[in-house]
């Protein structure tokens, strides 16, 4: 008895109720294979995959792709649109307030806990976002300190 396949990226935005394209699937595969990538660093990557792509058709895509729950939207304050292939687990985020790097953090204890607000206010909760804010190990001042030790 062989083990069942995981599902393609076709079978994936099929099983979405997406229309599949070379378009959608460079896009969905280029997301995955980024970190954090903004808007035009998805485009460079799959216009290399594919050729000619309009900055349109992937703002386009992306959002059909995000509706769908197959990619995850980010934006820092500050910073622009990042997308992400993490989905589906109310993960958070790390970004250096210096190079705009972007890292995922789990939540801070047992399952989503964040989604217990101190007062809901009659809301239905199912996601909270959070963003921690600080120096990446690169910028911090201990990084740059030790670089001019050298």
Known sequence: MTAP???NT???????G????????A?????RAGDHLPVDAIATKVRDRLGHISLQAV??????????GLVRRIEPPGS?????GRVGDNHHHLVCRSCGAVVDVDCAV????CL??????????????VIYWGLCPACSPRAVTSASAL
């Open 10 to 16: 076709a079978d994936e935005l099929r099983g979405a």
């Open 116 to 129: 217990t607000a101190s007062d809901d206010r009659g809301f239905s909760i199912d996601e909270a976002e």
């Open 110 to 113: 047992g399952h989503a806990p």
């Open 27 to 31: 896009l969905l595969e280029t997301v």
């Open 80 to 84: 622009p649109a990042r997308f992400e």
């Open 18 to 25: 997406l229309r599949v394209t070379a378009a959608r699937v």
């Open 59 to 68: 703002y386009e895509a992306l959002h059909s792709l995000t509706a769908a």
């Open 5 to 7: 396949q995981p599902p």
